[in-house]
């Protein structure tokens, strides 16, 4: 069975912190694919948050998230995390966990999560 599993969304107000996790069940080890957090907002598009390499060695982050976010991933344990902290109104989405395959045996492979809701407010 193959997906994506988001957890630790939720409702926290302006400064808090919260983590995401996202549980992988893919067709090979984690360490096969690039790990990225994005999020959406009704009526627009969805935009990325953060990405990790598929070792973890390389980590970029959108400007909205830089300094405030980090993301991490275990692949031994299939999962990936985004650490939020400084929350602010406008982090307010649907966060989704993707997977895109690196190695030649999965390159073609890409799935999203279902997403989990954040909501930051007063």
């Known amino acids: 069975q193959v997906y994506l599993e988001e957890s630790g969304g939720g409702l926290v107000q302006p400064g808090g912190s919260l983590r995401l996790s996202c549980v992988a069940s893919?067709?090979?080890?984690?360490?096969?694919?690039?790990m990225t957090w994005y999020r959406q907002v009704p009526g627009k598009e969805r935009e990325l948050v953060a990405s990790?390499?598929?070792?973890?060695?390389?980590?970029d982050y959108a400007e909205a998230a830089k300094g405030r976010f980090t993301i991490s991933r275990d692949n031994d344990k299939r999962v990936m995390y985004l650490q939020m902290n400084a929350l602010k109104p406008e982090d307010t989405a649907v966060y989704y966990c993707?997977?895109?395959?690196?190695?030649?045996?999965?390159?073609?492979?890409?799935?999203w999560g279902q997403g989990t809701q954040v909501t930051v407010s007063s």
């Open positions: 990790i390499s598929r070792l973890g060695s390389n980590i």
């Open positions: 893919l067709p090979h080890h984690l360490a096969n694919y690039a």
């Open positions: 993707h997977a895109r395959g690196i190695t030649p045996h999965v390159r073609d492979f890409t799935t």
